[in-house]
Each structure stands twice: as structure tokens, then as C-alpha cells.
């Protein structure tokens, strides 16, 4: 029952992301959705995964993104509604998506994967060890490229500033 809890949570907390236009409501409906799936990785018994889930892209890349947002001082704008004008549109495919999964799924005869047994624990030495060997570069690459965003987001209020307007332009 709570994982089905945290499921609609992070379904609903997506869905919000998509229709919302204010740029800070979009970044903490993306934060409630991702702690929703730590939650979730926990409740199934990966709590390895649903700590870097929380510690990794909670606390870090949304912290970072919401300095960004509110360096940049990104506000909505009074001419501009508070939802997107695709919101019925992407409602009403939304529900057709659902329906033609629910139908798929609920067919006879569709075949159910069956996952191989595995011969060897896959732990934590395992995980790490798989890590740094193998996407160690990706992962520092992110991280430049996390450097190169608020770079660009300084620089942009430093052009805006010295230009005597505000920072969105």
C-alpha cells in the first residue's frame, strides 16, 4: 500500500512538472518526485541506489538547480498563464497512453519476462568496483558540465547587470 503511496506521488509530482510554468514550482515538483522514487528504491530493498537516488539528485544536482533558478531570478510573469495551454492535450494523450498500457497488459496472451538467476551477488564492492572502472568518465563529465551551467548563469547576470536591466534581460 505505501509503495503504490509513493508511486502515485511520483506520478502526480511528473505530471505537475510538465503542465507547471513558473521554473522554482517545476524544480521542487521534480525534487518531491525523485525523493518519491528513493522512497520506492527503498521500500523494494535497494537502499544503496535509493540513498544515491536522495544524496545524489536530491541533494545535490536539485540544490544546484534551484541556486540557478533563483540566481537567475526567473518569475513568472504576470501576461503569462500559471499552466501550460497544452494542458488538456497532454491530459488527454496522457489518458490514452494509460488505457493502451492497461489494455496490453491485462491481454492473456502476452508473454511475462522471467529474469535469469544470477550466480553471483551483486553488492556494494561489486557496484563501486563497476563504477569507477566503467563510468567514472560520465560521471565527472556531469559534474563539469554542472560547473559550466552556473558559469553560464553568472555570466548571464553579469551582462544583464552591466547592461542596467534586470536579470531577465
Known sequence: MILAVFGLLALVSAASMLVLKEPMRVALALITSMMSLGAIYGLL???FIAAF??????GAVMVFMVYVIMLLQVRESPNNPRYSSLLVPGLVA????????AIGMSRPGVPQAELPASSQSFGLTEF???FLREYWLAFELTSV????????ALA??????RAGGSARG
Open 94 to 101: 496522457g489518458a490514452l497512453l494509460l488505457a493502451a498500457l
Open 45 to 47: 530493498g535497494v537502499h
Open 145 to 152: 558540465f554542472l560547473v559550466a551551467a552556473i558559469v553560464a
Open 53 to 58: 537516488q536522495v544524496l545524489i539528485y536530491v
Open 128 to 130: 563501486s568496483t563497476a
Open 156 to 161: 548571464v547576470i553579469g551582462v544583464s547587470r
